[in-house]
Antibody, heavy 120, light 109 residues
């Protein structure tokens, strides 16, 4: 059974750095083809793809946020970490992590999401 | 960043067939496969269709996907009240950057 869960602060101040951890079970991020992605959803708005890290440590980031995003993995801990610098109120959103596949680029298991509010 | 265009809303009555469109470009849908997600209110998205027309285990065959050129469609037949949700198409571009559509809110009248 594959599960993922996001954890991190629920409130950050503008200009601060957000660090979210995705802790997963039921799969290994060293398995060929596997990836873990990050997707966010501002309140009442659409899903936004943020980035993904694959089994071979290949990483892809949303072009408009590339300078602010870093995704890393700790295979031994079954964790993926998302870091976003210089947070702005416009970054207020529910952040999801999800298990995905390189081939087909789809996410077939999702975490419950965590709401991050950016406010002073 | 690629942009996928979906109608903001769609509706139908129980038992009807509804289709939701997703329009892209030659660098995303025109080159790569399309996935569809269903998001029920206040829940995480769920994979509904992958690789254009494949259903994950457990997804009813009332849901089907298709693609032609730079556009894709999701069809829901035998509409049920529990199908009321937001639906998103998704694919990736030439740089392996993922992209979601703007979402379609489906209302069952």
């Amino acid at each position: 059974q594959i599960t993922l869960k996001e954890s991190g602060p629920t409130l950050v101040k503008p200009t601060q750095t957000l660090t979210l951890t995705c802790t997963f079970s039921g799969f290994s991020l060293s398995t060929t083809g596997v990836g873990v992605g990050w997707i966010r959803q501002p309140p009442g708005k659409a899903l936004e793809w943020l980035g993904v890290i694959f089994w071979d440590d290949d990483k892809r980031y949303r072009p408009s946020l590339k300078s602010r995003l870093t995704i890393t993995k700790d295979t031994s801990k079954n964790q993926v970490v998302l870091t976003m610098t210089n947070m702005d109120p416009a970054d207020t959103a529910t952040y999801f992590c999800a298990h995905g596949w390189y081939w087909g680029y789809y996410f077939n298991y999702w975490g419950q999401g965590t709401l991050v509010n950016v406010s002073s | 960043q690629s942009v996928l265009t979906q109608p903001p809303s769609a509706s139908g009555t129980p038992g009807q067939r509804v289709t939701i469109s997703c329009s892209g470009s030659s660098s995303d849908i025109g080159t790569n496969t399309v996935n569809w997600y269903q998001q029920l209110p206040r829940t995480a998205p769920k994979l509904l269709i992958y690789s254009d027309d494949q259903r994950p285990s457990g997804v009813p065959d009332r849901f089907s996907g298709s693609k032609s050129g730079t556009s894709a469609s999701l069809a829901i037949s035998g509409l049920q009240s529990e199908d009321e949700a937001d639906y998103y198409c998704a694919t990736w571009d030439d740089s392996l950057n993922g992209v979601f559509g703007g979402g379609t809110k489906l209302t069952v009248l």
